[in-house]
């Protein structure tokens, strides 16, 4: 099995939270939901979520607690089975002059639920040829599958940008032994999906810490991936966080961040990076968007307890629309 990792909204507790987020609510385009994609402002630019798809994440196959039983309970106090419903979302920044996509879906990879990014994207008014950059925050299935179509490019004049390290270890066939069995499909996956690009010479990898776009900073995370990468998008004061998969079941990490997924490369790793971000995140009541958050997959981080919540920006329910000529 590829790739595929759980966000589920979580229920509110901080007022003070939830008024920011309704802030932000009120100006984004909540009735877009219905067409697989969400329009929202940042500043002087546009933020736009759109949906690939969903799947069913068993829980109890995946997620490794630090408590027996922990995540039973948590998916109990939040009215969901072991089989979790789970979004996969990608992001176009608009800048005016530039589109940015951060992440492509599944493409064909992961079956007929998902693949849905492109037909969102053309909902939401844009042509895949008007892509510029695709940002990628790692190389799982989920997030790279839609590069491709049939062997082609589907963003054929964009350059693609990844982390220089996540490049590096998924092209080493050598470093399979290192993986769980549930991603080491993810080399192939690699080659496919890369391959028409790099042929090209549309992939440009950066470095954490690089500008890979107007007011878009490349954040290392580590602990998913070799290469894990979030991306900082910020407009006129205004600051957008970008999460890649820092959390998976939001429903058991946000009141624990220390519940982690055998997908996680380092798992001690992933732990700090979810705690800190986390923390940094309700602190500065930065927005934050999830990859698998249920869809927009876009909001804000409170403390709840001895944890944290999620506050969503807007409508988490999607119909998914057909393809556009």
């Known amino acids: ?38 329009r929202m402002p940042l500043g002087k630019i546009t933020v736009v979520a759109l949906s690939d798809g969903r799947f069913m994440l068993p829980a109890s196959q995946l997620m490794v607690e630090p408590r027996k039983g922990e995540v ?29 996509l951060i992440d492509t879906g599944s493409g064909a990879f992961l079956g007929a639920t998902l693949g849905e990014v492109g037909q969102h994207l053309r909902a939401a008014g844009y042509r895949a040829d008007q892509v510029d950059e695709v940002l990628i925050t790692h190389l799982h299935a989920d997030h790279v599958g839609g590069l491709i179509d049939h062997g ?23 470093n399979a032994g290192k993986v769980d ?29 690089d500008t890979v776009g107007p007011g878009i900073t490349a954040l290392d995370e580590p602990g998913h991936t070799a290469g894990h990468t979030g991306y900082r998008v ?8 970008v999460w890649g998969d820092l959390v998976h079941l939001a429903a058991a990490q946000f009141p624990d961040p220390k519940v982690t997924i055998h997908f996680d490369s380092t798992p001690a790793d992933a732990i700090h990076t979810r705690e800190k971000a986390l923390a940094a995140a309700s602190k500065a009541g930065y927005l934050v968007a999830g990859a698998h958050i249920a869809f927009p997959g876009i909001g804000r981080v409170a403390r709840g307890g001895t944890g944290f919540s999620w506050i969503p920006v807007g409508p988490v329910s999607v119909n998914h629309a057909s393809p556009q000529p």
């Open 152 to 174: 082609r490019m589907v963003y054929p004049n964009a350059t693609v940008r990844v982390d220089a390290r996540e490049q590096a270890f998924w092209e080493d066939r050598g």
């Open 72 to 100: 039973a309970g948590a998916l109990a106090k939040a009215h969901l089975d072991d089989g979790v419903p789970t979004s996969v979302n990608a992001f176009l920044i608009d800048t005016g002059d530039k589109r940015i």
């Open 234 to 241: 910020e407009s006129d004061g205004k600051v957008l966080l």
């Open 181 to 209: 069995a549930s991603v080491k499909a993810t080399f192939d996956a690699v080659a496919t999906a890369l391959k028409p690009y790099e042929a090209a010479g549309h992939v440009k990898p950066f470095k954490a810490g």
């Open 1 to 38: 099995m590829l790739l595929r990792s759980f966000i589920r909204r979580h229920p509110v507790y901080a007022t003070t939270a939830l008024l920011a987020a309704l802030d932000v609510t009120s100006v984004a385009h909540a009735d877009d939901t219905s067409a697989g994609f969400f």
